[in-house]
């Protein structure tokens, strides 16, 4: 009986050559699309943000100034995500405002459990259409909150709503605005001085 033995062929240097570039090739794209991945969310944020696309609202340094005759009725909506023990809500529930008018409105926070914790909100207005015209001049959503046990705070919100608004046929009829709010659990950041303090304390 013959026995048939498996014996390794040995390739040539340039097939061998053309496998790494392959594999090299394959490598890159991997830690390209990982990449994006980490990049997509601030770039659709930072997207959002300037188009007001998905209800985004828009941030501005300074008020209207011009006021219209017609008003919009603006209703408040707040929302608390997992893992946040606090309990989240408007101060009022809606209100009537003069398109173009600057307000100020007031939400309300209290940390529930017996730590401190710390959240930060997203938001955004419906209809969608109507994100690229509501302008925020102040809003707590713009950095972290700490909340030690047990502390209340309010948080204000100075708005207005772009009297370009009643231009474009998507959005001229539109009567009643929802300005929504969700805090999230967050990693309260490190101070900069402690940062430093503590890479001093690791390169010692």
Excluded at 49 to 55: K, L
Excluded at 83 to 110: C, H, N, S
Excluded at 122 to 144: I, L, S
Aim: hydrophobic residues 40%; charged residues 20%.
């Amino acid at each position: 009986m013959k026995v048939m033995r498996m014996t390794n062929t040995p390739q040539p240097p340039g097939k061998e050559r053309a496998n790494g570039v392959i594999v090299g090739a394959c490598l890159a794209f991997v830690a390209g699309m990982v990449g994006m991945a980490y990049a997509a969310v601030p770039l659709y944020d930072m997207f959002c943000r300037v188009t007001g696309y998905n209800g985004t609202t828009q941030r501005v340094e300074q008020a209207s100034d011009v006021i219209l005759d017609e008003t919009v009725k603006v209703t408040f909506d707040a929302n608390v995500g997992p893992g946040l023990p606090w309990d989240f809500k408007p101060v009022q529930r809606d209100i009537d405002v003069r398109i173009g008018e600057t307000v100020q409105v007031m939400y309300r926070a209290k940390n529930l459990s017996s730590k401190p914790t710390t959240g930060q909100a997203t938001f955004n207005v419906t209809p969608m259409a109507a994100g690229a015209y509501f302008n925020k001049v102040q809003c707590f959503c713009f950095t972290e909150t700490t909340l030690k046990p047990g502390e209340e705070m309010e948080m204000p919100v100075v708005f207005f709503v772009d009297p370009e608004i009643v231009k474009p046929v998507e959005t001229k009829d539109i009567k009643t605005l929802t300005l929504s709010y969700t805090f999230y659990p967050r990693e309260p950041s490190k101070p900069v001085a402690a940062v430093k303090d503590g890479e001093t304390e690791n390169r010692l």
